[in-house]
Each structure stands twice: as structure tokens, then as C-alpha cells.
């Protein structure tokens, strides 16, 4: 079973930058296409960002020009770096597999990332 570990969230003002860790058991993140996905209240979670193993990226179209997801695949990491920071950026943030990940249903407790004046 995979074990995934979010770190890195808090609050924010708006513009602001953080940035969010994860951890993951085994050698996923050399493997699979990872992804973060976040959740707002009320909402359904959601993908963010994805990286492939060869170190390719997406991103949705609200985040994109102010996220970067990276990866440490010797260290089976992955990191979210958040800038210009939005209120609409408020949730719960995920690590996960792209295509298992939702596939198994199997997530971390995530990370919240709270954007307020």
C-alpha cells in the first residue's frame, strides 16, 4: 500500500508563495505520472498539475503561470510550488498517482492551503 504524506500548507495572503511537499512510499514517482489535486469546500477534488516520469508537465488552465510541480525521483518526492497566490487557491491539497491514484481511491490526509486578506 502506498503511503502518501502532504506538508507545506498554511495560511496566506493573497500573492503570497508556498510551497507543498510529498512524500511517498515505494518508487511511485519514478514510475507514474503524479499529479497534485486539491478540494475546495463544497466542491470535487480536483487535478492541478501533473508531471510524468521524463519530467514533463501540465497544469489547469487556473493555476497555470503561477504553480511549478516538480519531482526528486531518488527521494520518491513531490513538490508544488505556489505563487501569486489567490484566494480561489483555498483547499485541501492531494498528492497522488495521476491514473491510480483516483483509480484506487487511495489518498494522504493533504495538506490545507488557506488564501485570506
Known amino acids: 500500500q502506498v503511503q502518501l504524506v502532504e506538508s507545506g500548507g498554511g495560511l496566506m495572503q493573497p500573492g503570497g508563495s508556498l510551497r507543498l511537499s510529498c512524500a511517498a512510499s515505494?518508487?511511485?514517482?519514478?514510475?507514474?505520472?503524479m499529479g497534485w489535486y486539491r478540494q475546495a469546500p463544497g466542491k470535487q477534488r480536483e487535478l492541478v498539475a501533473t508531471i510524468t516520469s521524463r519530467g514533463s508537465t501540465n497544469y489547469a488552465d487556473s493555476v497555470k503561470g503561477r504553480f511549478t510541480i516538480s519531482r526528486d525521483n531518488a527521494k520518491n518526492a513531490l513538490s508544488l510550488q505556489m505563487n501569486s497566490l489567490k484566494p480561489g487557491d483555498t483547499a485541501v491539497y492531494y498528492c497522488n498517482a495521476r491514473w491510480l491514484g483516483p483509480l484506487m481511491n487511495n489518498w494522504g490526509q493533504g495538506t490545507q492551503v488557506t488564501v485570506s486578506s
Open positions: 515505494g518508487s511511485i514517482c519514478s514510475t507514474y505520472t
